[in-house]
């Protein structure tokens, strides 16, 4: 997959988070959709097919935890897997597994550091191979 085809739905409740996020991506040439919510984030996944979601743990409406159970039921009708990176302010012992166990496929903990934001991207996109 060529870099400059990546798109990521960032989820995220914080507008200047996003923001932060969406600008980090546009360096990168990556296609980005924004929701701030869960709902939000539903809605535009049924809408289109992501490289990459990146999902706030803790926002109103559907937690990202909720979300997250609620595309990978969605991604049963369509057999197809979109990694689903956890962002959040909890760097506690056993956080980590609390997105795993949620259905997430990797996590990353504000506040965020582009090249990490970068990395992570890079390393969900690379292994698809497309």
């Not at 706030?56 to 937690?63: E, G, N, S, T």
């Not at 595309?71 to 956080?95: C, F, N, V, W, Y």
Request: overall charge negative.
């Amino acid at each position: 997959m060529s870099r400059e085809n990546i798109k990521l739905l960032i989820v995220e409740d914080d507008e200047i988070i996003r923001r932060v996020l969406d600008n980090f991506a546009v360096r990168k040439g990556w296609e980005v959709n924004l929701a701030e919510d869960g709902r939000a984030a539903i809605n535009a996944y049924e809408k289109e097919e992501y490289n990459v979601i990146i999902m706030d743990c803790q926002m109103p409406v559907l937690d990202g935890y909720e979300t997250t159970g609620e595309i990978r039921q969605l991604e049963s009708r369509r057999s197809k897997h979109t990694p689903i990176i956890a962002l959040t302010a909890d760097a506690s012992e056993g956080s980590r597994e609390t997105c795993l166990n949620a259905g997430m496929d990797d996590y990353l903990t504000k506040p965020i550091e582009v090249n990490a934001f970068y990395d992570i991207v890079d390393k969900w996109t690379k292994s698809k191979g497309k």
